[in-house]
């Protein structure tokens, strides 16, 4: 069984689009992330929510906004989509401030 | 706010050389040390973690860490170096509800 599993593993759609990605784990951790990582790799975090609560929501654009329906589920809706959001978005889940575990990455481009 | 530092860009080291990848570290309070790696179109995959205890600690495929507080530094270790290890090595440290990440470092093992 896949720990944390996100959906599609690829998206290429059209600027302007709304398009959403999917995350789920079933290891039972209580906090669950959002991360996206750029061209040059480099890892930058989104947003965090704990037992569904959103604890962190950094400096992004209010066109992406995360849902968190239950503690296992953290989809992330994307509104208007534009070249510069293309990038591999990564699930994570963890339990507290211990180690993490990331989905496969969702690999967004924007045409 | 927490940070890391990994000062190279790219390790290169030959095949059953040992292996290094430095890191540093700033945060306010007991540190929650982390190191991942990453392979090629897949996701983070976590190799070990420095919470509390001994100082060297050991992980995943053969790879270990020495915590030194003295030095804020995390550096990851494998003795010898296997071609399959080449892959995106990450650093990180827990804090205010978010895993913050290194830029990684690209480690090359040569036949």
């Known amino acids: 069984d896949t720990a944390v599993s996100q959906t599609p593993k690829y998206l290429v759609t059209q600027m302007g689009n709304d398009k959403s990605i999917k995350c789920e784990q079933n290891?039972?951790?209580?906090?669950m992330y959002w991360y996206k990582q750029d061209s040059k790799k480099f890892l930058k975090i989104m947003f965090s929510?704990?037992?569904?609560?959103?604890?962190i929501n950094e400096t992004v654009p209010n066109r992406f906004s995360p849902k968190s329906p239950d503690k296992a589920h953290l989809n992330l809706h994307i509104n208007s989509l534009e070249l510069g959001d293309s990038a591999v978005y990564f699930c994570?889940?963890?339990?507290?401030?211990?180690?993490?575990?990331f989905g496969q990455g969702t690999r967004l481009t924007v045409v | 706010a927490q940070s890391v530092a990994q000062p190279e860009d790219q390790v290169n080291v030959a095949e059953g050389n040992p292996l290094t990848v430095k890191c540093t570290y700033s945060?306010?309070?007991?540190?929650?040390l982390f190191w991942y790696v990453q392979y090629p179109n897949r996701g983070l995959q976590f190799l070990l973690k420095?919470?509390?205890?001994?100082?060297l600690v050991k992980g995943s495929y053969g790879f270990e860490a020495e915590f030194n507080k003295s030095q804020t530094s995390f550096h990851l270790k494998k003795p010898s170096a296997l071609v399959s290890d080449s892959a995106l090595y990450f650093c990180?440290?827990?804090?205010?509800?978010?895993?913050?990440f290194g830029k990684g470092n690209q480690v090359v093992v040569i036949p």
């Open positions: 994570a889940s963890s339990r507290g401030q211990l180690e993490a575990f």
């Open positions: 290891l039972g951790h209580d906090t």
């Open positions: 929510y704990n037992n569904k609560e959103l604890i």
């Open positions: 945060v306010s309070g007991n540190p929650y």
């Open positions: 420095y919470i509390t205890g001994d100082n």
């Open positions: 990180a440290v827990a804090g205010n509800n978010r895993l913050a």
